[in-house]
C-alpha cells in the first residue's frame, strides 16, 4: 500500500532536520498525522459494519416475513448454503440430494443390522416359458448384456466393470464387476458359475446385486452392504461351460481343481496340466491378490436337480480353521423335518482352499439343490435360492476387516517299518564309528514350530557269539538345524545290547523343530556299529524287523522341550535331575 505524501514529507524532515528542536518538531508533527489517519479508519470500518448489520438485519427479516403469499428468491438463494459446514450448491434440490444419501450414509450402517434373516422378495421364475426378467437358456454375454450392464448403468459411479481379456473358448469375455461405497469397510469377493451348468448360483448372484443396489433403502441388512461393503462379484467364472451347460472349461479342465493348494496331492483327472494353467483360474487368482485384503470369498454352487439326497451343503477348508457360527442361523432357519443339510470338508485344489489357505480369507462352497421347492429354476425354487445364498452372504459381511483364517495345525504320526525277507539282509557292520543304515531314512516336513517324537524297537539275530555289542542311535534332526552335538546326542539316545541271540531293541529320541519352510524337512532314521572279539569267530548280526514312529506335536514355546539328566549325581537323592536342555 502506497504512503501518504503528507506522512512521507514528515519522515523526510525527521531525517534532514539538524537541530534539535527541528527534529522534535518534526517527530511531534509525524505522530499527530499518524493518528489522524488512524482515526479515520476507524470512523470508516465502524461505519462499514454498521451498514453490514443493517443489511444483515433488513435481509433476515425478508426471510421471516416470507410466506406462501409473498414468496422471495433471496430465501431459496439462501436455503442453497449448508448451516452446517458453509458448502454452497448450485441449486437447493442438489443441496436436498446431498442431504438425502448423508442420511443413507449414516442410517442402518452397523454390522448389528444383519443378524436378522432377511426375508427377501419373491423371484420371478427364469425358465424360458415364464418370459420373465431373465431365462435361464441364455448365453453368458446375452446374460451380461441384458442383466449386469443395464443395472451397471443405474449408477457407474458406484459400479465399474472390468475386462480380464477373453477366456479359454478364446470368444467370451471374462468380466468382474466392483461395487465400490465412498466409505466402505472392509471387502468380500463373490463368485458363481466356477462349474457353468450350475446355473442357479449364477442367477442368484445377480438377483441379490439387483437387490443390493435397488432396494437397500427398504432392507436394512442391503443397506449396511451398500454404504459398508465393497463386493467383488465375478457374475460367471467359466463362460464357455454356461454356453455349453458343461462343468468344464474349453481345454476340458475342471477350474475349481486347478489351483495351487495341494494340487499335486489331487487324483482329480480333469485338475489341468499344472496349477493355474487355464486362463479363467488365473483371473481368479489375480482378483484375489489385488484383493488380498478381502475378509471372504464365497463360492455359489449348486446341484443337477437330484443329483443330491441333501437339499443343503456347505463344503469349507478341511485343514484351516472357519468361524462355523456364520452359517449357524442359515442352516437354524432351513433345518426342519423335510430339509437335509450336509456339512463338508475338503482339501482338494479348489478357489475356496486356496483363497482361505494363500489369503487367510474366509472362504467356503454353499451349495443348493434345485427342484426341493417346486419346478427347478422357477419362483419358489428361485426365491429360496436367493434366501438361502443371500443371508449366507450377509452373515459373512459381520465379519470384520481384520478378520482371517489360520491354517488348523494338528498333531500327525508317521510310522515305517520294515521285515527281513529274500536274501538280501541288512548286516551290521564291525567298526566303531557309526554307520547309517540308508534304508530306514525318511524325510516329512513340518507345517509349523513343535516337537518331534521318535519310539519304536529294533529286532537283531546273527552267530552266537557272548562277546559281540550292538549298538544303536536313532537318526531324528532338522535339516540346517543341530539339536545337540552328536557326542552328547549318542550320549543321550544310545542303546545296545550284547550276545548275538535274537533280541528285540527299544529306542526312542525326541528334537524341537520349526517351520519346514525353507527346504529344511526333518530326517528320521537308524544309525548302527557293533564291537566284538575278531579273533573268536566275530560273526554277523542281522536286522530282522524294525519299527519306527514319528510323532509331531505342534507347539510354540520356546522352551516346548526340555531335557534332565542324573548322569555323574548319582546318589544325590531329590534335585540330582538337572536340566540341561535348554540351556
Known amino acids: 500500500m502506497a504512503i501518504p505524501e503528507n506522512i512521507e514529507q514528515l ?17 511531534a508533527s509525524g505522530i499527530e ?27 433476515d427479516e425478508q426471510i421471516a416475513n416470507m410466506s406462501l403469499e409473498n414468496p422471495n428468491v433471496a430465501e431459496v438463494v439462501d436455503a442453497r448454503v449448508s448451516g452446517y459446514n458453509g458448502q454452497s450448491y448450485t441449486t437447493i434440490g442438489k443441496r436436498f440430494d446431498s442431504v438425502d444419501a448423508q442420511l443413507a ?35 453368458y454375454q446375452t446374460m451380461i448384456d441384458n442383466l449386469w450392464e443395464p443395472l451397471r448403468l443405474q449408477d457407474t459411479n458406484y459400479i465399474k466393470r472390468v475386462d480380464k481379456g477373453l477366456a479359454s473358448d478364446g470368444v467370451n469375455h471374462w ?15 463373490l463368485l458363481a458359475g466356477i462349474h457353468g451348468a450350475e446355473r442357479v448360483g449364477i442367477y442368484t448372484l445377480y438377483r441379490f446385486m439387483y437387490h443390493v443396489v435397488n432396494d437397500w433403502k427398504q432392507y436394512s441388512q442391503l443397506s449396511y452392504l451398500r454404504h459398508k461393503v465393497r463386493l467383488i462379484v465375478i457374475p460367471s467364472a467359466n463362460p464357455y461351460a454356461q454356453d455349453k451347460l458343461i462343468r468344464y472349461n474349453a481345454n476340458g479342465v475342471d477350474l475349481n481343481r486347478n489351483f495351487d493348494y ?41 446341484f443337477g436337480v437330484g443329483d443330491s439326497t441333501f437339499d443343503f451343503i456347505v463344503y469349507t477348508p478341511k485343514l484351516e480353521t472357519f468361524p462355523r457360527e456364520v452359517y449357524r442361523k442359515v442352516i437354524q432357519r432351513y433345518s426342519t423335518n423335510s430339509t437335509s443339510l450336509k456339512w463338508d470338508q475338503t482339501d482338494n485344489p479348489s478357489a475356496f482352499n486356496y483363497a482361505a489357505n494363500r489369503f487367510g480369507m474366509i472362504a467356503s462352497n454353499p451349495e443348493f439343490q434345485p427342484g426341493k421347492y417346486g419346478d427347478s429354476h422357477g419362483s419358489e425354487d428361485m426365491t429360496n435360492a436367493l434366501r438361502w445364498f443371500g443371508n449366507i452372504i450377509l452373515q459373512h459381511a459381520r465379519f470384520e476387516g481384520n478378520a482371517k483364517v489360520e491354517t488348523a495345525v494338528e498333531p500327525f504320526t508317521i510310522r515305517t517299518i520294515f521285515n527281513r525277507s529274500g ?24 507345517p509349523t514350530s513343535g516337537i518331534v517324537t521318535l519310539h519304536g ?15 544303536f542311535v536313532p537318526k531324528l534332526g532338522q535339516t540346517g538345524t543341530k539339536f ?21 531293541i527299544p529306542f526312542s529320541a525326541e528334537i524341537p523343530v520349526v517351520p519346514s519352510d525353507n527346504g529344511n524337512p526333518v530326517v528320521m532314521g537308524m544309525y548302527a556299529k557293533r564291537t566284538t572279539d575278531l579273533e573268536n569267530n566275530p560273526g554277523e548280526i542281522k536286522i530282522y524287523r524294525y519299527r519306527a514312529t514319528a510323532t509331531f506335536i505342534p507347539a510354540d514355546k520356546s522352551e516346548r522341550l526340555q531335557m534332565f539328566t542324573a548322569t555323574n549325581r548319582q546318589g544325590s537323592g531329590v534335585g540330582a535331575m538337572q536340566r540341561f536342555y535348554p540351556i
Open 175 to 189: 468380466y468382474r464387476y466392483e461395487f465400490t461405497p465412498p466409505n466402505y469397510e472392509k471387502t468380500m469377493i
Open 457 to 471: 524297537e529294533v529286532v537283531i539275530f546273527g552267530t552266537l557269539n557272548p562277546t559281540t555289542q550292538t549298538f
Open 11 to 27: 519522515a523526510n524532515d525527521v531525517r534532514t532536520k539538524v537541530y534539535g528542536r527541528e527534529v522534535r518538531e518534526a517527530l
Open 484 to 504: 545337540l552335538p552328536d557326542t552328547v546326542q549318542n550320549t543321550y539316545w544310545e542303546v545296545y545290547t550284547e550276545g548275538g541271540e535274537r533280541q528285540t
Open 105 to 139: 450414509e449414516n442410517l442402518n450402517v452397523s454390522p448389528s443390522v444383519i443378524s436378522a434373516f432377511w426375508d427377501s422378495p419373491e423371484v420371478p421364475s427364469i425358465r424360458p416359458e415364464a418370459n420373465s426378467w431373465a431365462d435361464v437358456t441364455w448365453k
Open 423 to 446: 536274501s538280501t539282509d541288512i548286516v551290521i557292520p564291525v567298526t566303531d564309528v557309526y554307520s547309517e543304515i540308508e534304508d530306514f531314512q525318511l524325510s516329512f516336513n513340518v
Open 33 to 59: 498525522a499518524a493518528g489522524s489517519i488512524a482515526n479515520d479508519a476507524d470512523v470508516r470500518s465502524q461505519e462499514t459494519e454498521t451498514k453490514q448489520t443493517s443489511l444483515e438485519k433488513k435481509y
Open 262 to 302: 495341494r494340487w499335486s496331492q489331487s487324483t482329480d483327472p480333469y485338475k489341468g496340466s499344472a496349477p493355474f494353467s487355464e486362463v479363467e483360474s488365473q483371473y481368479i487368482k489375480d482378483t484375489l491378490e489385488q484383493y488380498s485384503d478381502a475378509t471372504t470369498y464365497l463360492d455359489l454352487h449348486n
